[in-house]
T-cell receptor, first 116, second 112 residues
Framework: GAVVSQHPSRVICKSGTSVKIECRSLDFQATTMFWYRQFPKQSLMLMATSNEGSKATYEQGVEKDKFLINHASLTLSTLTVTSAHPEDSSFYIC????????????FGQGTRLTVV | AQTVTQSQPEMSVQEAETVTLSCTYDTSESDYYLFWYKQPPSRQMILVIRQEAYKQQNATENRFSVNFQKAAKSFSLKISDSQLGDAAMYFCVLFGNEKLTFGTGTRLTIIP
């Protein structure tokens, strides 16, 4: 199957700083990328959907100014957690789809963010 | 709104036996897909099986098969000849209206 690379896999940052997480589709063009947050032993919570070249669509309750999503190219989307706080510590996962039809989504390896 | 319900938070099965994981869903879309993904301890999401809603035939992938009951909005996963490597969290996922909606997951334990 197609490969989605997410980087970094783990990051520790200080409160108040910003962290950027990258999600790359390595062998296909991803018109749509999704960003999820997963709390321990829980399901994936959709944070936002990004389409290449347009603004991301955020789910209700997700702060747009805190979780900045950029999808500048067909192979790269980034999630920036701004002014991070300990409560932002979580596991973040991206996924990408090849086209606008309902095909499967390919997932990145996830990023464990710890804010101290 | 789309919803996916997995009523079994945990399941266990003896190695080599068969286990069925339940999933029900709700959507107003006429065109949608259903998936089962597994998430092992590595936390990498892995596609197990896919079902197109317009297909009546149940999808099968080696030891994995589904029982898709469209009218009842049910989509269960059957794992035959369970192996130790099948131990993982299993998520039932609905794709519709350009969104993926995840169930709460079922943690499957394989007993040697």
């Amino acid at each position: 199957g197609a490969v989605v690379s997410q980087h970094p896999s783990r990051v520790i940052c200080k409160s108040g700083t910003s962290v950027k997480i990258e999600c790359r589709s390595l062998d296909f063009q991803a018109t749509t990328m999704f960003w999820y947050r997963q709390f321990p032993k829980q399901s994936l919570m959709l944070m936002a959907t990004s389409n290449e070249g347009s603004k991301a669509t955020y789910e209700q309750g997700v702060e747009k100014d805190k979780f900045l999503i950029n999808h500048a190219s067909l192979t790269l989307s980034t999630l920036t957690v701004t002014s991070a706080h300990p409560e932002d510590s979580s596991f973040y996962i991206c996924s990408a789809r090849q086209n606008r039809g309902p095909t499967e989504a390919f997932f990145g390896q996830g990023t464990r963010l710890t804010v101290v | 709104a789309q919803t996916v319900t997995q009523s079994q938070p945990e399941m266990s099965v003896q190695e080599a036996e068969t286990v069925t994981l339940s999933c029900t869903y709700d959507t107003s879309e006429s065109d949608y897909y259903l998936f089962w993904y597994k998430q092992p301890p590595s936390r990498q999401m892995i596609l197990v099986i896919r079902q197109e809603a317009y297909k009546q035939q149940n999808a099968t992938e080696n030891r994995f098969s589904v029982n898709f009951q469209k009218a009842a909005k049910s989509f269960s996963l059957k794992i035959s000849d369970s192996q130790l490597g099948d131990a993982a969290m299993y998520f039932c996922v609905l794709f519709g209206n350009e969104k993926l909606t995840f169930g709460t997951g079922t943690r499957l334990t394989i007993i040697p």
